[in-house]
């Protein structure tokens, strides 16, 4: 595709599209929220309206050009509408993760040197509180929920209704300003600030231009054929580009409705209110989701679970074969049919998943046997690659040409190239600007021509075009013996079995490869209900010698299927254990996105990667973990290590190829 | 030191605490032979949290239930906001405006927490049997403002999640929760809660911790409350009641309570080195 440039008559900004849209569809609905047990609606012109009046109001407070907003809290229109209102006022927002402690937020707020906060509730204005201590550039907080703030010395806080009914009573005096500064915006400015999870070292600040957000929602739009009518539930982190492309750039660029969910507990029955049309979920979001329907159909009697299974096992083979057009035969129409009224429709309608046309999951790699699942629900679910410095979109599925273990084509707009140590470049009008206050790691991120370096190694298939991902360029290494070592293509196996929740595999510069294990709580925890075992925490479940026995015969699954793979096949794990506790991003050890860090957990854990390589049985091991108010405790546990038949590979071991 | 005049005081963290509400003179509380609570005097004040401990035993829920109006002691007075009480019916017990919490909970196990809070607002209705019946007039726009209160309460204390759940599915530490929430939607002057935090694990009591400070704070509701928890007693109350044996051995602040050699010899059991 050619590319295309935001031309004469585009609108150039996200304020200048909101104006768009308000005279376009003015009376249609843009937000809609769940408050006080009703869906409360606001129509583009009504949601243009407030977002005026909190953008006169920042500037009542003395917002400057140029000057950065933080927003931090859950998905809640007031702070979608406070980031547009910054942009009015001509400063930047910059979304931060609401579930980051307050250390991680003071670095953030104090990179991009943030006067103004707004904020969701109590909890977060506590943490600026904390971090203003040593951050002493913080001028003003806005906050949306007044609960529990009536003590608070007010002289720097202010009530986000407050900061608009000023900015209504100073309409007069201050509109000229507004529509000044709103005047100003072009195509170059920028649109938002978005901090990068930190997979190593210190999160970076993603200067992202209109032009780079409004380009890539128009050409995602019109690949997926989004029209004002779609529906999204906006319940992902909006500090994640992922999500200011969907509830923001996709939304204004198309006017289509964002609605968020009453908390995060009621997301699951709110999904099922609302049924959104156009959906995004992370894989690890499909997998729990799975996990629980099959638990729910476990306790479910017998002639329930036989019909269940029995008309998932036929729409397994066809309704991937429906979806993507295919030639599909009489009698096995009907019967999906009959499966659609009597197992599959009701199904997707308590998932909340009746109506999706276009189903996206990104991020990490999916397990096939959960991408074919939904898929033969008949919903249309695809695989797109991305990252925060490309505004999300580099490679993304077509229609009819789904497959698990490709991430899709270039998307339009985008190029890519593979260079000779085999990492993916591309180059597309999404392409980051720069990275806040750090040349140096844009330079070296960024070349001269345009060209980003992804970080991933993968390859481009022949016969297809699909982008292959194999894992991140600096983690693929070589065992001592010159094999490839691949940890994340391992760990993917092994957390496709719905009791791994999480695995870390080590390996690189060594003879043999070993692994961390994490079991998932949901599903061994029903598994030893079901087997009358009693546990009483996490850790004495984990340690459980049954448990031991299913996790060993999963790792010796993934073994064989690995050595099937002669390139790879040197990443066997010979030897494991189940960890004590789970990996958390509050420790450090996952980012807020769930990303494994894996330097993090090697430091952290180095006693117990001795004890793998050392051959001992079991290890003694404390471990530091911080609670959710921050304290910190210790857990010790004394851990079984087990030994995992491997498979040797058949033919003589040859140097793979890279 | 606290001014405690009728006027009232403010506390540390600066809440306005108002004058008194209710007044307890020489009270004491007989079932037959058994002498449930002996010569008791103690006063309530606007706005505060008041605390009553003790050990098992000690007449805690007798005094409670004193309070409430539920029991009439045969010695002594109560005194609420300037009358003397008299023996009262269960309904005008009712209508006094103290909402209360129980301590084995009370609710409706078949109903869902929404109902369940719903039935808290029966006071608030006045329409006619007809009425109701058809759903007509007076009821509608009864069910129409008691509901949009219960919703207020429902995101108050953050159970949106389990609205329309029955009660008997739910864990000890929520039903906990739907009991407080039925007893704040009758709009309460006084809120007694017998053990709220009794059963429960440290973040639950976390938690309803947090919900008791923030139901002061927000609707300024005078809470009186019994508790074992003597972490829990001394972070939350204004002032505290100690019983033992039915009698008063002391009153205070946490600090004066926690400090006084008779309390601690009866409740906390250090001895004396």
New interface residues.
Partial sequence: MAKASVGAGTPASIPALLARNVAQFGSKPAYREKEFGIWQTWTWAEAAEEINAIALGLLALGVERGDHVAVIGRNRPALYWSMVAAQKAGAVPVPLYQDAVAEEMAYVLEHCGARFVITGDQEQVDKVIEVQEKVHQIEHIIYQDARGLRKYDHAKLHALADVQAEGRAAHERLEGELAAREAELHTDSTCVMLYTSGTTGKPKGVVLSNQNIIETSKASSEFDHLDPHDEVLAYLPMAWVGDFIFSIGQAYWTGFCVNCPESADTMMTDLREIGPTYYFAPPRVFENLLTSVMIRMEDAGAFKRRMFHYFLDHAKTVGPKLLDGESVGGMDRLKYALGNLMVIGPLKNTLGMSRIRVGYTAGEAIGPEIFDFYRALGINLKQLYGQTEASVFITQQPDNEVRPDTVGVPSPGVEIRIDDSGEVYYRSPGVFVEYYKNAESTASTKDAEGWVATGDAGFIEPDTGHLRIIDRAKDVGKMADGRLFAPKYVENKLKFFPNILEAVVFGSGRETCTAFINIDLTAVGNWAERNNIAYASYQELAGHPQVLDTIQSHVEEVNRSVAQDEMLSGCQIHRFLVLHKELDADDGELTRTRKVRRRIIEEKFQDLIDALYSGKPEQYTETEVTYEDGRKGKISATLEIRDAATVSAQAPEKVAAE | MKDLSQDGYTTE???KIGGVVMEMRNITLRFGGVVAIKDISFDIREGEIRAIIGPNGAGKSSMLNVISGFYHPQEGEVWYRGERRKPMKPYQVARQGIARTFQNIALFDGMSVLDNIMTGRINQMSASFFDQAFWWGKAQREEVEN??KA??I???L?I??I?KTPVGRLPYGLKKRVELARALVAEPSILLLDEPMAGMNVEEKEDMS?FIL?VN??FGTTTVLIEHDMGVVMDLSDRVVVMDYGQKIGDGTPDEVRNNPQVIDAYLGVSHD
């Fill in positions: 963290d600066g809440r509901r949009e919703e207020e429902i995101d108050f953050e949106q999640h609205r947090r923030d704070d927000e």
